[in-house]
């Protein structure tokens, strides 16, 4: 069955028309035949940018010359107010740093690390979930959270100060648009951002409450009495190149970029991946039957093959971010088009998921397509719903953890039907639904 997606404009519109679409909903305001094209060209008086779908450019942008083409100073303005200088939208050396210290807390064995706070945030989603008609992103939201809470402080959703952050940052998300006037215009360094004024209010809460952590885990530490979790691990490695740990403001601003990305994005997925199993109750009834595989060891995880398989599915069709850009740092030359220094390359896992040369059926939800030839295939050159290449999404391996353990224990305990309310996505930091996702749960 076709899973939902808006229509995109046919024709290119007006400036004002545009940005007035950027603002509201990113995907009906660009064209539609950019699910078919390997190449776009958006050009006026303010923004120079290309749409890259082909996949030999991506295997350029993002992986065999990376240095090329950094982080897009655009969409870094339009998220500093939250993230600061963090590693999401660091360039440089100081990119460079800040991976250094963060990579060696994800590794596999960190991972396997988190599995218990994994489980028990997803075994307490599943208790906490009620029953009949229910607006299910918000409880995405709070159980995703939840693992983030517990993975890097060792505390629930529920302690006091993760409970404010969780509330701030709810409202952060319906102030800031994915693509807001910061990202837009081209404004010199030294004049004053664009930021609403609620933005800026959100951020700056998030940001206070975060200090606060932060402050109380590094005391912890220099007590000798912090918890061996992932903010421990990542504040106490030192960058092997220099031997400098992160400082308390450096530290805030990752914390702020891991809980964007730990959090928001996996509450989106989530959210939509529930609302695909109700969809689809078969798939559902394979998901469930996996809960009674979830144990207290990781190697259950390898088991969890039906809800791995709709995890996948549903990153592809609903990625979380749904388009980042890149900047090109000297004139180049792609697909017989020239692209000035400077030019913004955008790259749309929305789009490029569900591109209509390089999916069979690129609309339809279909686990199964994972065990193709076909399908593998089309994910090695046109699946990136954790980017690619150097800067790939650290935390991806932990979010392929988290989801299928979220999936099987909220399957297993509750049976899930979809309701007349059919979702309709739109772009804001992640990829939402206009009105909420709706489900009717009952007990299983």
Known sequence: MTAPRPRGAEGRGTLLGL?????????????????RAWMAEFRNPLIHSFFCNDPNLLKVILQERPQDFPKSNRMREGLAPLLGNGVFISNGEDWAHQRRIIDPAFEGGRVRHSYAAILDAARAAAARLPQGAVDIEPHAAHAA???IFRSLFSIPVEDDIAAEVFAAFREHQEAQPLVNLAALLPLPRWLPRPHSRRTRRTAGRIRSLIARLVAERMAAIRAGTAPDDLATKIMTTPDPQTGACFTEAEMLDQVAVLFLAGHETSASVLAWALWLLAEHPEWQDRVAAEAALLGEDFACVSRLTASRAVFREALRLYPAVAMFAREATRPERFRDRDVPKGAQLTISPWHL???QRLWDRPDDFDPARWDSPEGRASARQAYLPFSAGPRACPGAALAMVEG???LAAIAGAHRMEVTENRPRPVARL?????????????PR
């Open 430 to 442: 992640t990829i939402r639904a206009a009105d909420g996702i709706w489900l009717r749960l009952t």
């Open 145 to 147: 959270a939840d693992v």
């Open 404 to 406: 299928p353990v979220m």
């Open 353 to 355: 998921h569900r591109h």
């Open 19 to 35: 940005m007035r679409g950027f603002r509201s909903d990113l995907l009906t305001a660009l064209p539609e035949r950019l699910y």
